[in-house]
């Protein structure tokens, strides 16, 4: 005779939720953003081909992904104030170094 399922417990895996992060886990992935930020900088101080590309993605990703970390007012302000000086920096190394924005003499 074949096992009755009513001692099996069921399962519902339709309208399953996914955990929410814990703390140890927002600081990990801020501080893995913040790293990302910040390696993308360096290179485009170092002038490094596609650092603009490379520091406005990271800047793009951190900003996606902040609303991960709405609780954390300290992720906000980091933010706010970086994307001020990575728009900058992308601004300069374009105005310097793109043939394209230089005028022909």
């Known amino acids: 005779m074949p096992p009755s399922r009513k001692s099996l ?3 519902s ?4 939720q996914p955990a ?7 600081i990990r992935e801020m501080n893995h953003l913040k790293d990302d930020v910040y390696r993308e900088m360096l290179l485009l101080e170092t002038h ?10 990271a ?3 951190a900003f996606v992904q902040s609303d991960s970390f709405s ?9 706010q104030s970086v994307c001020t000086l990575g728009l900058t920096m992308i601004e300069q190394a374009l105005a310097t170094e793109c043939p394209w924005n230089r005028n022909p003499t």
């Open 9 to 11: 417990p069921s399962v």
């Open 13 to 16: 895996g339709g309208n399953r």
């Open 20 to 26: 929410a992060m814990n703390r140890a886990s927002q």
């Open 48 to 57: 490094r081909p596609g650092a603009e590309m490379g520091l406005a993605l």
């Open 59 to 61: 800047l793009l990703q």
């Open 71 to 79: 609780d954390d007012a300290d992720f906000s302000r980091w933010l």
